[in-house]
């Protein structure tokens, strides 16, 4: 059965400060990783990783993939009182065509 | 802990029958989550429930359709008559409180003809 363990649960730091969260999976045939940042209501995408050691970038916000050691990474630099979330990672396998979730890092930032 | 139960894991249904998916939350948790999983759209809330109240139904694509949480260990969505574009991938979620991490179930993928 695919998995997907995502850590820390959560995590507390200070405005300014530089996250990792750390994505490990099992997947049965993997198509893709995505990063889901979910704060009131649905998860909004973040990242689609396909390609292991590609680094996928957004503002303070990147992301990358290692399909050797199965996992990925999400840092964020400089974070701000918004980037209070919880952050989702999920895999999708071509098999069943659907992704399994991790649990999520909830992330507080502290002014 | 057995965590998110879904059923059934796949519906393949003709157009214009009526579809239930059906979702045993955590036990313990307060909050109840119906998202649907499309490549096209990606992951959409559609409806959830704090304390079997529906708090949020505005994701709800149409009156055809309708969740409702009779107890605190389950609950429908329901599609009422299906079309084609309803297919998707249905995940139900649950968390001890609404903003809290969300376990997700391993989803239903409906089909419909």
């Known amino acids: 059965e695919d998995k997907v363990v995502q850590s820390p649960l959560s995590l507390v730091v200070h405005e300014g400060d530089t996250v990792t969260l750390n994505c490990s999976y099992e997947?049965?045939?993997?198509?893709?990783l995505l990063w889901y940042k979910q704060e009131k209501k649905a998860p909004t995408f973040l990242f689609m990783l396909t390609s292991s050691g590609i680094e996928k970038k957004s503002g303070r916000l990147s992301s990358i993939l290692d399909k050797k050691e199965l996992f990925s990474i999400l840092n964020i630099t400089a974070t701000q009182t918004g980037d209070s979330a919880v952050y989702l990672c999920?895999?999708?396998?071509?098999?069943?065509?659907?992704?399994?979730f991790g649990t999520g890092t909830r992330l507080t930032i502290i002014p | 802990d057995a965590g998110v139960i879904q059923s059934p894991r796949h519906e393949v249904t003709e157009m214009g029958q009526e579809v239930t998916l059906r979702c045993k939350p955590i036990?313990?948790?307060?909050?109840l989550f119906w998202y649907r999983q499309t490549m096209m759209r990606g992951l959409e809330l559609l409806i959830y429930?704090?304390?079997?109240?529906?708090?949020?139904d505005s994701g709800m694509p149409e009156d055809r359709f309708s969740a409702k949480m009779p107890n605190a260990s389950f609950s429908t969505l329901k599609i009422q008559p299906s079309e084609p574009r309803d297919s998707a991938v249905y995940f139900c979620a649950s968390s001890r409180q609404t903003l809290y991490e969300q376990y997700f179930g391993p989803g239903t993928r409906l089909t419909v003809t």
């Open positions: 036990s313990g948790h307060n909050s």
């Open positions: 999920a895999v999708e396998s071509t098999v069943l065509e659907k992704l399994t």
């Open positions: 997947v049965t045939n993997f198509r893709s």
């Open positions: 429930f704090n304390n079997n109240v529906p708090i949020d």
